[in-house]
């Protein structure tokens, strides 16, 4: 793909004799929304993690924004922003102490940072809660404040993990109508995972399901469902990685906590 902002041909991660991702294949066009799906364990978060600098991959070519996360960390790093499925903002903090704090570990001019933290606060309609503590917020406001705060660096590209996990349904549909808008107004490229499909049917303009550390399908949601030959991405998902349930091991659950630290101490 031409116009790809992320780019990985053959990557394979392995812990141990744990082979979690096995030579995959993708691309994801600039300015683009992109849902990578797949059930617990499939390999899509280890993916993350490589692409955002957090894990070294075993083998394959990687380019994100046309840099090598090997090679050019920190050029990958000031590329995108990232809202973790776990919070991650300082509860003791204000909202514009949050914005401010992250802005200075970017190095963003103060008089630049001032009007960005201005701006986005607005845009997710957080301005006039700008000076209350975090602990007082909303799942939803908190949810907002983790985007704003993910976009102040002007990020080329958007990871989020889980962005609307354990909200209810009118704030899910608020925060992808704050996500899609961010697409548009800042052409700004949308990496996400969800385990709400239909998030991904109405919002992914392509779409990429991993299971077993392998890329099963990829397309745009029109298109897996007629390979799959369903009416919906959901029906579809499921005939394509079965309907057993998975649970994640706990060596994987302690390496994204242990990555989540590393990435906050970095």
Known sequence: M????????????????????????????????????????????????????????????????????????????????????????????????NMEFHG??????????????????????????????????????????EIARGLLHHPKILFLDEPTLGLDPQTRNHIWEYIRNLNTKENITVFFTTHYIAEAEQSAKQVAIIDHGQIITRGTPEEIKRQAKTSSLEEAFISLTGKEIREETMGTKELFRNSHKMWRRS
């Not at 200075?104 to 809660?129: C, D, G």
């Open 104 to 145: 200075v570990l970017y190095n963003i001019p103060q008089k630049l940072r001032k009007n960005r933290i201005e701006e986005l606060l607005k845009f997710t309609e957080l301005w006039e809660r700008r000076n209350d503590l975090v602990k007082n917020f909303s799942g939803g406001m908190r949810r907002r404040l």
């Open 2 to 97: 031409k116009d790809a902002i992320v780019q990985v041909t053959g990557l394979v991660k392995k812990f141990g004799e744990i082979e979690a991702v096995r030579g995959i294949d993708f691309s994801v066009e600039h300015g683009s929304i992109f849902a990578f799906l797949g059930p617990n364990g499939a390999g899509k978060t280890t993916t993350i993690k490589i692409l955002t600098t957090l894990l070294k991959p075993t083998s394959g070519k990687i380019l994100v924004n046309g840099f090598d996360p090997l090679t050019h960390q920190n050029d990958v790093r000031r590329s995108f922003g990232i809202v973790f499925q776990d919070p991650s903002l300082d509860d003791e903090l204000t909202a514009y102490e």
